[in-house]
């Protein structure tokens, strides 16, 4: 950092020329009084390099230089901080006392931006094998990924028993057949992932409570409330059931 000051020059200064020469005199003679105001005096008063100096003040004439100039002193050179310890020291002892008071303030920022920093918290364990029907989360034991097909309670799709399923319940929305090996009768199920403006859209609860001599394994009839002819564009879809508990 560099300090200004204000340096009264009662005589013309004599030329940089001339002010180097005369160095080795000064440096062996005592030093100038005060009232003798030039580049030399300045420059032993406030311990600065005569070099320094005068780069500092490029536009100032030394033969022209008269009193009442504002000057811009340069920061002490490195030979005369190496030949002044105790001034180095006093340096460097500002510098460390600067950062100390620093430090508090850096720290208190650091201890701001930590706490305003969100916490990600660990997430609750979601339960395994949950599925939310309806806004409601329901427990299942297995999910099957079956073929579909469609089925009315057309006389010609029904047989001899009429419309109604393997236990004697009327068939209904909700009313599937399955193969009892794969899934048991009297089972709750979700059935979803079909393409059916007839059906519930995302999916709906069942029972497997009907049988079907074609409903072998992985397969599965859907009773859908519709004329045949409506009920047979439903084709053959691959479908998930979920088994509930």
Do not use: C
Not at 8 to 36: F, H, K, M, N, W
Not at 51 to 57: G, I, K, R
Not at 150 to 167: K, Q, R
Not at 212 to 230: E, Q, T
């Amino acid at each position: 950092m560099k300090k200004r000051l204000l340096v009264t020059v009662t005589g013309v200064l004599l030329s940089v020329a001339t002010v180097l020469a005369i160095l080795p005199v000064y440096a062996s003679s005592d030093e100038p009084e005060r009232s003798a105001n030039s580049f030399y005096s300045v420059a032993q008063e406030y311990k600065l390099g005569m070099e320094s100096l005068l780069a500092d003040h490029p536009m100032i004439a030394a033969k022209d230089t008269v009193g009442g100039i504002e000057m811009s002193m340069p920061a002490p050179t490195k030979e005369f901080q190496a030949l002044n310890p105790l001034h180095a020291a006093s340096v460097q002892a500002e510098g460390q006392a600067s950062s100390e008071e620093a430090k508090p303030a850096t720290e208190a920022k650091a201890a701001k931006s930590a706490a305003a920093t969100p916490v990600n918290k660990p997430k609750k364990n979601v339960p395994k094998n949950v599925i939310t029907i309806n806004g409601r989360d329901m427990k299942y034991a297995k999910k099957l990924s079956m073929k579909a097909t469609a089925y009315t309670a057309h006389p010609s799709e029904n047989g001899p028993w009429g419309a109604v399923d393997a236990l004697g319940n009327d068939l209904k929305l909700g009313t599937v057949a399955v193969d009892p090996d794969v899934i048991p009768l009297g089972t709750k199920l979700f059935v979803t992932g079909y393409q059916f403006r007839h059906l519930p859209e995302g999916g709906y609860v069942a029972v497997a409570s009907d049988t079907g001599s074609k409903i072998k394994k992985k397969r599965i009839d859907l009773f859908v409330p519709v004329s045949k002819k409506v009920g047979s564009t439903f084709g053959v879809q691959q479908i998930e059931v979920y088994v509930l508990k």
